[in-house]
């Protein structure tokens, strides 16, 4: 970058901790630009997942919820029900999380996928939706941007990594500097331009722990680090956790093409029914959906659990359940034909890697800590979406007529080597991070040479 007093002597420039202050300034500003849109939109659509279960039994009420009633219809007759309703084959069978709620079949038509909801007791078939297809899910993918398609979810681990630049910076304006207020307090009112000076600063000051956090437990959904940091914490013992060793015959297929999994699991590979190996249990029945519901009941798998049915011959049952406690996530697989376990796997089979990541997913989705983990994010996300509009405020009262408003360069360009240095070891950490550095490197000097003229025309 290159040097730009702006018209002053190298006698009078600035000291090289104003130096400092402006390049800080500068780049905070920049993060700013490519952060804060993405921040609303994530803050907004995550406040709202927070309470995913509660607005999805109340917006889908005549679909998830039903009467209590003495008797149950048998889950295969709940299964003949929805295939009655939506004719195709049965790929999953949802168990109700509670006595009010309805079963969730999984139903493959020659068209759509679909959810069919099904009352327990009754067996009587109470809609569809398209599998996934409640608001809380539409909002979950609009929160990763998968909505958009694959390659906007890049864009997560690049807002992840500038968020976690932009708190950095931000804690670096803030600390005091011998000023009276702005340090926890809020001065002046809305019509001046201090007043948002101090509202973002003392908002980001108590929110940008809960930022960070956020930005880093959100990375695992990324597009490039969270897939290649599940290749490699997943990568021995046949793709499951360490510590999880088993000695049966194993399909290519992972468990995330089969059922929804934790991210920890996305890469285990599901095992085969060793009696459909060539020349073993030849004639053996399977033990058809009854008999494995009733085996996973008895293995005391957490109501709510999905059972992935299975579609070969070799196929296995699935069972899964992920509830708010950590400790009760499990995954069961039996062998179709005896109904055996093949593998048995819960939060404490998973190596460390992946139990701190797990925890953090768990807190992130508002779960761990119950309704006081989803009152606190909420306010996080409201406080986010304030850190969002102050900041637009204030550039707004700041700027130039006419100009971006882009934060000067400091009088000594060379005090942007220690920060250039911290960015790109962010950059070598977070990939895509990087490749966004050096496109905004490449910009800022383009923007400097095409506003040199216009200062020295001033």
Same mark, same amino acid.
């Given at each position: 970058?290159?040097?730009?007093?702006?018209?002053?002597?190298?006698?009078?420039?600035?000291?090289?901790?104003?130096?400092?202050?402006?390049?800080?300034?500068?780049?905070?500003?920049?993060?700013?630009?490519?952060?804060?849109?993405?921040?609303?939109?994530?803050?907004?659509?995550?406040?709202?997942?927070?309470?995913?279960?509660?607005?999805?039994?109340?917006?889908?009420?005549?679909?998830?919820?039903?009467?209590?009633?003495?008797?149950?219809?048998?889950?295969?007759?709940?299964?003949?029900?929805?295939?009655?309703?939506?004719?195709?084959?049965?790929?999953?069978?949802?168990?109700?999380?509670?006595?009010?709620?309805?079963?969730?079949?999984?139903?493959?038509?020659?068209?759509?996928?679909?959810?069919?909801?099904?009352?327990?007791?009754?067996? &009587? +078939?109470?809609? !569809?939706?398209?599998?996934?297809?409640? %608001?809380?899910? $539409?909002?979950?993918? /609009?929160?990763?941007? =998968?909505?958009?398609?694959?390659?906007?979810?890049?864009?997560?681990?690049?807002?992840?990594?500038?968020?976690?630049?932009?708190?950095?910076?931000?804690?670096?304006?803030?600390?005091?500097?011998?000023?009276?207020?702005?340090?926890?307090?809020?001065?002046?009112?809305?019509?001046?331009?201090?007043?948002?000076?101090?509202?973002?600063?003392?908002?980001?000051?108590?929110?940008?722990?809960?930022?960070?956090?956020?930005?880093?437990?959100?990375?695992?959904?990324?597009?490039?680090?969270?897939?290649?940091?599940?290749?490699?914490?997943?990568?021995?013992?046949?793709?499951?956790?360490?510590?999880?060793?088993? &000695? +049966?015959?194993? !399909?290519?297929?992972?468990?995330?093409? %089969?059922?929804? $999994?934790?991210?920890? /699991?996305?890469?285990? =590979?599901?095992?085969?029914?060793?009696?459909?190996?060539?020349?073993?249990?030849?004639?053996?029945?399977?033990?058809?959906?009854?008999?494995?519901?009733?085996?996973?009941?008895?293995?005391?798998?957490?109501?709510?659990?999905?059972?992935?049915?299975?579609?070969?011959?070799?196929?296995?049952?699935?069972?899964?359940?992920?509830?708010?406690?950590?400790?009760?996530?499990?995954?069961?697989?039996?062998?179709?034909?005896?109904?055996?376990?093949?593998?048995?796997?819960?939060?404490?089979?998973?190596?460390?890697?992946?139990?701190?990541?797990?925890?953090?997913?768990?807190?992130?989705?508002?779960?761990?800590?119950?309704?006081?983990?989803?009152?606190?994010?909420?306010?996080?996300?409201?406080?986010?979406?304030?850190?969002?509009?102050?900041?637009?405020?204030?550039?707004?009262?700041?700027?130039?007529?006419?100009?971006?408003?882009?934060?000067?360069?400091?009088?000594?360009?060379?005090?942007?080597?220690?920060?250039?240095?911290?960015?790109?070891?962010?950059?070598?950490?977070?990939?895509?991070?990087?490749?966004?550095?050096?496109?905004?490197?490449?910009?800022?000097?383009?923007?400097?040479?095409?506003?040199?003229?216009?200062?020295?025309?001033?």
């Amino acid at each position: 970058m290159s040097d730009i007093t702006f018209g002053r002597s190298a006698a009078s420039s600035p000291t090289r901790a104003a130096d400092l202050y402006r390049a800080v300034w500068r780049w905070h500003f920049y993060a700013g630009l490519l952060v804060l849109p993405f921040m609303i939109t994530l803050a907004l659509t995550g406040a709202l997942y927070l309470f995913r279960d509660e607005l999805d039994n109340l917006i889908h009420r005549d679909l998830k919820q039903v009467a209590v009633e003495e008797t149950r219809a048998t889950p295969s007759a709940q299964v003949t029900a929805a295939l009655a309703a939506f004719p195709g084959k049965a790929v999953k069978f949802t168990t109700p999380a509670t006595p009010t709620a309805s079963t969730e079949v999984t139903v493959l038509t020659e068209t759509a996928r679909l959810a069919v909801y099904v009352n327990p007791y009754t067996a &009587d +078939v109470l809609g !569809s939706l398209p599998d996934r297809g409640t %608001v809380m899910w $539409t909002i979950r993918t /609009l929160h990763s941007l =998968k909505y958009f398609g694959t390659y906007a979810r890049y864009l997560i681990e690049i807002a992840g990594g500038w968020s976690i630049l932009l708190v950095g910076t931000g804690l670096y304006l803030w600390w005091p500097r011998q000023q009276t207020g702005g340090v926890i307090t809020v001065r002046g009112t809305p019509a001046r331009r201090v007043f948002w000076r101090d509202l973002h600063a003392v908002t980001g000051l108590f929110v940008g722990v809960v930022i960070v956090f956020l930005a880093v437990t959100g990375m695992p959904w990324s597009g490039v680090w969270g897939a290649k940091v599940n290749e490699w914490a997943n990568g021995n013992n046949f793709g499951y956790p360490a510590g999880v060793r088993v &000695d +049966v015959p194993m !399909s290519g297929e992972h468990l995330d093409h %089969v059922a929804k $999994t934790t991210w920890s /699991l996305e890469q285990a =590979k599901v095992p085969l029914s060793p009696q459909a190996a060539p020349g073993a249990g030849q004639g053996m029945q399977p033990i058809g959906l009854d008999r494995a519901i009733a085996t996973f009941d008895g293995l005391g798998l957490t109501r709510g659990y999905s059972v992935a049915l299975p579609q070969k011959a070799s196929g296995v049952y699935s069972g899964s359940v992920y509830p708010d406690d950590l400790a009760k996530q499990r995954v069961v697989h039996l062998d179709q034909y005896s109904g055996t376990p093949l593998l048995d796997m819960s939060y404490a089979d998973y190596g460390p890697l992946g139990r701190a990541l797990e925890w953090g997913i768990n807190v992130h989705l508002g779960q761990q800590f119950g309704l006081a983990n989803q009152i606190v994010l909420t306010i996080a996300c409201m406080a986010i979406i304030l850190l969002a509009v102050s900041a637009g405020i204030m550039w707004w009262k700041r700027r130039p007529q006419g100009a971006l408003g882009v934060p000067p360069m400091p009088s000594d360009p060379r005090v942007f080597r220690g920060l250039i240095a911290i960015l790109v070891v962010g950059g070598l950490i977070f990939p895509l991070v990087g490749a966004s550095l050096i496109v905004l490197l490449i910009l800022d000097m383009a923007y400097l040479k095409l506003s040199r003229p216009r200062r020295a025309r001033a």
